[in-house]
Structures are given as structure tokens and as C-alpha cells.
Nanobody, 124 residues
Framework: QVQLVESGGGLVQAGGPLRLSCVVS????????VAWFRQAPGKDRTFVAG????????LYADSVKGRFAVSRNNSKNTVDLQMNTLKPEDTAVYYC?????????????????WGQGTQVTVSS
């Protein structure tokens, strides 16, 4: 059974960086596209960034383009989300999700495997 565990969340000042990591276990990591989503209080969960199984395709939400970078390490079964120039509106619980897609899918309900989430709080 595939399991995803996020780490790296915390409290950071606006303008600062934070790096999240998602470890995927229990499956063939190299066959999964992995995406990051986030959910702010009182709002729906939305797509942030994703990388496909062979690391050739990456996709970002418009709100994070140029500030966030997603990367995967297939030898360590990890997908990281480097977040720079953080803003208070980036405050949310961040989740990683995995599914066997050939491309990055931005639709939340297309993913069946999810981590428990990690809280990111950006203070102004």
C-alpha cells in the first residue's frame, strides 16, 4: 500500500523560504506522478505544483510560478517543494498526492493517494 508522508512545514516570515518534502513508500515510486496541493482555512484544496513520473514535466499554479520549485529524487523516493518569497496568502496545509498519470493532473479528485498534510504559516 502506497503511503505518503510530508515534512518541513512550519512558521516563516513573509519573504522567507521553506522547503517541504514528501516521502513515498510502498509502491513503485518511479511510476507515480506526484503533486502538491494546499488548503487554506475555509477554502477548497487547490493545486500548487506537480512533477510527472519521469521528471520531464512540471506544472505550477499561476500563484506560485517563479517562487516555488518542485523536484523529485527517484533514488530517495522523495518529491520536494522549494518555496521562496513566501507570502501570507501561502498559509495553508500542504498535501502531497500521487497517482499513475503520464502527465501532471491538476484536479484534486483524480488523485487517490494522499499524505496527512503539513502546516505552513507565513507571518506578515
Amino acid at each position: 500500500q502506497v503511503q505518503l508522508v510530508e515534512s518541513g512545514g512550519g512558521l516563516v516570515q513573509a519573504g522567507g523560504p521553506l522547503r517541504l518534502s514528501c516521502v513515498v513508500s510502498g509502491g513503485t515510486f518511479g511510476s507515480y506522478t506526484v503533486a502538491w496541493f494546499r488548503q487554506a482555512p475555509g477554502k477548497d484544496r487547490t493545486f500548487v505544483a506537480g512533477v510527472n513520473w519521469d521528471n520531464r514535466r512540471k506544472l505550477y499554479a499561476d500563484s506560485v510560478k517563479g517562487r516555488f520549485a518542485v523536484s523529485r529524487n527517484n533514488s530517495k523516493n522523495t518529491v520536494d517543494l522549494q518555496m521562496n518569497t513566501l507570502k501570507p496568502e501561502d498559509t495553508a496545509v500542504y498535501y502531497c498526492a500521487a497517482e499513475r498519470f503520464s502527465v501532471v493532473n491538476m484536479r484534486e479528485h483524480s488523485y487517490t493517494r494522499w499524505g496527512q498534510g503539513t502546516q505552513v504559516t507565513v507571518s506578515s
